[in-house]
């Protein structure tokens, strides 16, 4: 089981020093096989000479010629083991917990990504998109024990945009609508492409009085729901600005900004969102094309 085990038996057996018996565990850790092939010879005779039969002595080298492969010390097994013990303790009892953590720590690699999503499936442990309300940067575990997709696995959602949107849910409670966010989170950390990315992987999808096309769509002639909230945001800024240099201040001077109108529109077939969604997350969240044929 363990490289000092073969050290013992080689000083027991055939006599070998300990410091022998160390050249001997570094050749077996470092696979060095020309090493071990010049120390058979002397392990063969000295145990022979020792009583030992040649047979047995050449079957015992074979084995630890195959254990070389992957041989471990002592210490380092502990070290595994205690790992193993304590993660096993933490999967048995606190899955959700243990799993967003595991998935935070490989959000960039999206083949381990996709593994460990599908050991959250295997587990019977929800995992919902980003939203915009709820989501912190890495994955979490909400009240109701769901993970929660991180913002920053999100291409394209820069930590920059994730950290402010953070710090503004937090100070100021949650986002009503689309305006109210694209109000409320400063316009030099939020740029188009951010709010697009967002809009794709479904982070807007908390807001449900629009659904994800109009965010990233218009009828011809019209703009998207992101570039109305963007100007929306902008004619508030101005409004406020001007206001502060008015005679009497106070903001009451200031016409209020109406709410503009969006065009209802066909949202995406299932099929269309779930590749606007792979596209910036790298996998499928709200569901798998091959759903309905399951």
Not at 231 to 259: L, R, T
Request: glycine share 8%; hydrophobic share 40%.
């Amino acid at each position: 089981v363990y490289q000092e085990q073969v050290m013992l038996l080689s000083q027991k057996l055939a006599g070998f020093t300990k410091g022998e018996a160390d050249v001997l565990r570094k050749a077996m850790g470092k696979k060095q096989k020309d090493v071990l092939d010049k120390m058979k010879p002397k392990f063969v005779e000295q145990a022979s000479a020792k009583g030992h039969d040649a047979k047995k002595l050449a079957k015992i080298w074979t084995d630890w010629e195959a254990f070389a492969s992957y041989a471990f010390n002592k210490s380092h097994s502990t070290c595994y083991a205690w790992i193993a013990y304590q993660t096993a303790y933490l999967k048995a009892h606190y899955p959700a917990e243990y799993l967003a953590s595991v998935l935070s720590n490989n959000m960039n690699d999206i083949t381990q990504v996709t593994f460990f999503m599908e050991e959250c499936k295997r587990g019977a442990i929800p995992v919902l998109g980003p939203d915009v309300n709820e989501s912190k940067s890495g994955f979490t575990v909400n009240k109701a024990g769901e993970i929660r997709f991180g913002m920053a696995a999100i291409k394209g959602a820069g930590s920059a945009a994730v950290e402010e949107i953070i710090k503004e849910r937090e100070k100021g409670g949650v986002f009503k609508n689309i305006f109210d966010f694209a109000k409320r989170v400063s316009s030099k950390a939020l740029n188009k492409k951010t709010m697009e990315a967002l809009a794709m992987a479904g982070a807007f999808d908390c807001f449900p009085e629009h659904h994800r096309r109009q965010y990233l769509e218009a009828p011809d002639g019209d703009i998207t729901l992101i570039e109305k909230a963007t100007k929306y945001a902008q004619k508030i800024q101005q409004e406020e600005d001007s206001s502060q240099f008015s005679m009497f201040g106070g903001g009451s001077g200031g016409m209020a900004v109406p709410m503009p109108t969006i065009s209802p529109m066909e949202p995406f077939s299932q099929l269309q969102q779930l590749n606007v969604e792979k596209e910036v997350v790298g996998l499928y969240i709200s569901g798998h094309p091959l759903d309905q044929y399951k």
